[in-house]
């Protein structure tokens, strides 16, 4: 079945550095990939998206290419702040179906 | 403002009890989801519903049950029979399938819910 593996955390930072969380999918056919990020105590909100091959979704500084070849869809942002504090999760969807990494905490320290 | 409300934000219940958690959306959106949400585990779907009086089991559906009577809203309730009820329960909307193929989900804020 469909499965995503992220990388465990939990990942601490001084702010200004550089982030990547990676992920990486198991599907068969094409699926959407995704990342949501998860505030204290709130819902998971979406964060960028890729639909297809070699796309690049990007939002708020964050970035992720779809690598069909390695199956991969690594999140990165250049700079981060103390607001990017927070869980993110990978995802991807094929059909109905949307399946989650576990999820990496990130603490940005100022 | 759309957006899903999700109610009570925390619960606490007696063990053997049923319990119940709403899920309201003003979206307009055909599918909605509940999903489980546990430390280091991600989230798995319990169910989802694709149209109103019509849902499915997710990955995790045993000791819960669902209804789906209107479009807004699609309450989970948490039987008795569910061994390990306490968790952080995450509900969600999107568009329906097939109208827009790669829209994403929108969630509510979750209630948790402890069981003693």
């Known amino acids: 079945g469909n499965s995503v593996t992220q990388m465990e955390g939990p990942v601490t930072l001084s702010e200004e550095a550089f982030l990547t969380i990676n992920c990486t999918y198991t599907a068969t056919g094409y699926p959407s990939l995704f990342w949501y990020v998860q505030y204290p105590g709130e819902g998971l909100q979406l964060l960028l998206k890729a639909t297809k091959a070699d796309d690049k979704g990007s939002n708020k500084g964050f970035e992720a290419t779809y690598r069909k070849e390695t199956t991969s869809f690594h999140l990165e942002k250049g700079s981060v702040q103390v607001s990017d504090s927070a869980v993110y999760f990978c995802a991807l969807r094929d059909d109905y179906k949307l399946s989650f990494g576990a999820g990496t905490t990130v603490t940005v320290r100022a | 403002d759309g957006g899903i409300t999700q109610s009570p934000k925390y619960l606490f219940r007696k063990e053997g009890q049923n319990v119940t958690l709403s899920c309201e959306q003003n979206?307009?959106?055909?599918?909605m989801y509940w999903y489980r949400q546990d430390p280091g585990q991600g989230l798995r779907l319990i169910y989802y519903?694709?149209?109103?009086?019509?849902?499915q089991k997710g990955d995790i559906a045993e000791g819960y049950s669902v209804s789906r009577e209107k479009k807004e809203s699609f309450p989970l309730t948490v039987t008795s029979a569910q061994k390990n009820p306490t968790a952080f329960y995450l509900c969600?909307?999107?568009?329906?399938?097939?109208?827009?193929?790669?829209?994403?989900?929108?969630f509510g804020n979750g209630t948790r819910l402890t069981v003693t």
């Open positions: 969600a909307s999107r568009v329906r399938l097939g109208f827009q193929r790669n829209s994403p989900l929108h």
């Open positions: 979206l307009n959106h055909d599918a």
């Open positions: 519903s694709q149209i109103v009086n019509d849902f």
